[in-house]
């Protein structure tokens, strides 16, 4: 090779990281799908000529939410997303599962507005920022082990993302970047499902559905109290899953029980909303619970595919959804969560999705 060809070669090596740089920085935006939606494709709750109170905006999915900024054809990001936030193209998953929600359970947005989701079926948590236009994928659950079944996640009052593993069977503390920091309950938790977490008392709440009991935990990580599932006259909770800890209430799904326990925050009972029945509004299996800034209680009727809004009062106000898969649907949905825009998201577990609602104001 004459000197003038390697010259050429060293130069063109020189440019590959430039070239593979500018794919990372390629700019992309965050979609839920429904901004181009005509008027009439609208999706309302109740529907009209009632004053609609809550709207379908979108599905949050995975790299599918992600176009390239500026292209109107909402294509998916795949191919550059795998550099922009540097997602294992090697990790052993079907193509189809690398980079999208499989059975999502449970999700939180934190104060900077990032969106979590814990996702069995990935094992993994994947965490949206709308505002970089990024995805991430985080599988570490602590310095020896990967997330096996991840369940509820809380944000903590300093960053901190808390996430319970169902069968590790512990709580794993992470960064804000998903680098792990820490493991809550080791030896004291045997099935971890729902997380809520207390601001003002640095107090993490742990339903243990085993056990059929919250466990309380200090900034520390400290067992502090537990407040009891079983006593010598009833079972005040049987099975307990999601929590929600809002307007200095903790929020309980009571799932065999058929109900949603309101505590106050050292655990004593304030209230009960629904009951068991077969009507509309009646609970069979609720799953996850949330409160938004209007103090509207939400509850995911799991048994029945229903999005339950509830008013302060715990009285029924109407349903949302349905059994299907279509827009507006659900199949087996889990956790659901609120934002300080009024947005209200449903994981909608067998559809392999997240459903995204706005409140659009008013009661109910």
Known sequence: ?????????????????????????????????????AADQRLVWPSLPQTPRYELIGEVLGANNFRLAGDDSFRSAKGTMRWLVGLDPDSGLPKSLNHNLARPVSGTVDRKGLIYVTD???????????????????????????????????AGANGDIFVADSALAVVARLDSHG???????RGQLKRPVGLAYDPAKEILYVSDAWDDDIKMFDATGTLVHVIAG??????LLNSPTHL???????????????????????GNLVSTVGQRGNFVGNLTRPKGVAVDGEGHLYIVESFHDHL???????????????????RGQFFLPSGVWTDAAGRVFVADMFNGRVVVFQFLGGDG
């Open 1 to 37: 090779m004459t000197r003038m060809r390697k010259v050429a070669l060293a130069s063109l090596l020189l440019l590959i990281p430039i070239i593979l740089f500018a794919c990372v920085v390629t700019k992309h935006e965050m979609t839920l799908g429904t901004e181009r939606m």
């Open 120 to 154: 069995m079926g990935q094992k993994a948590v994947f965490v949206f920022d709308p505002f970089k236009g990024e995805i991430a994928i985080w599988r570490k659950a602590t310095a020896n082990s990967h997330f096996s079944a991840p369940a509820g996640i809380a």
């Open 179 to 185: 680098v792990p920091l820490a493991e809550i309950g």
């Open 230 to 235: 079983k006593t010598e006259e009833d079972q």
């Open 244 to 266: 929600a800890f809002a307007k200095n209430r903790l929020y309980v799904s009571d799932t065999l029980n058929a109900q949603v326990l309101v505590l106050d925050p050292d």
């Open 308 to 326: 339950l809004v509830f008013d302060r009062n715990g009285q029924f106000l109407l349903p949302i959804g349905g059994t299907g898969s279509g």
